[in-house]
């Protein structure tokens, strides 16, 4: 398997390989062939994803501890927290349900946001240990299955038809799975990986990368 020097990418709609310059912060580096924007400059990427991240954490955990609503119908009161609903559902018999709540809208986003922020703790002073990488490469997959927005428009259609009745009370866990989907989008969107693939130890020794002779065109930048 070859190694490649970190600032060199392969462009994902040609495949031509290319060497991205330092970009000015807001630059954008386009492939020199076809185009297609590779790479944006996101100066302080680290820091804002970091603290994004922390933000997110502490709103998931909030998300899970808190109820989500409170039903009061009949003088009978009643409220349920995310994995509540999950156990209640299980026990009712919908457990493909429970189980796709529990791995879509806790487990993954907790993973998420739990690899994302070791990966940018791990990335501050580098070299980054080895397992930076491998952690890199499993908080995007989890990311990818990550459906807490979904959930929330669960949770908002429900809240609509209960309504009718019964008395809901939106609870302190709803707001925070609220701001937990505006977190999760801020966070996507200010992360860079390409800040902190450069920080991450090469498996083949702890100093320079190999070289890579064949350093093909160089990505024009622009602003
Ligand atoms: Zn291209």
């Known amino acids: 398997m070859a190694y490649l020097p970190t600032d060199i990418v392969a462009c994902p709609d040609c495949d031509l390989l290319e060497r991205i310059p330092p970009l000015p912060p807001g630059g954008t580096a386009r492939c020199a062939r076809c185009g297609r924007a590779l790479a944006a400059g ?23 501890a808190e109820p989500l609503m409170e039903l009061s119908a009949a003088g009978r009161e009643t409220t349920t927290t995310i994995l509540g609903g999950v156990r209640e559902m299980w026990r009712q018999g919908e457990r493909a349900s429970s189980v796709l709540v529990a791995l879509f809208a806790v487990a993954a986003p907790g993973l998420h946001i739990g690899f994302t922020l070791a990966v940018l703790l791990a990335a501050r002073r580098p070299p980054a240990p080895r397992w930076v990488g ?4 499993w908080a995007e997959v989890y990311g990818l299955w990550s459906m807490v927005e979904v959930m ?9 038809k209960i309504a009718s009745l019964a008395a809901v009370t939106p609870g302190a866990g709803l707001y925070a799975v609220g701001a937990l989907v505006f977190l999760l989008a801020a966070m996507s969107a200010s992360f860079d990986p390409r800040e902190v693939w450069p920080r991450v130890r090469w498996r083949n020794g702890a100093g320079q990368p190999p070289s890579f002779p064949e350093a093909a065109g160089a990505a024009g930048g622009e602003r």
């Open 42 to 64: 996101k100066p302080g990427s680290i820091d804002r994803t970091t603290a994004l991240a922390a933000a997110a954490l502490i709103v998931f955990l909030l998300a899970n």
């Open 134 to 137: 491998d952690m890199l490469r």
């Open 152 to 160: 929330m428009l669960g949770i908002l259609v429900s809240l609509v």
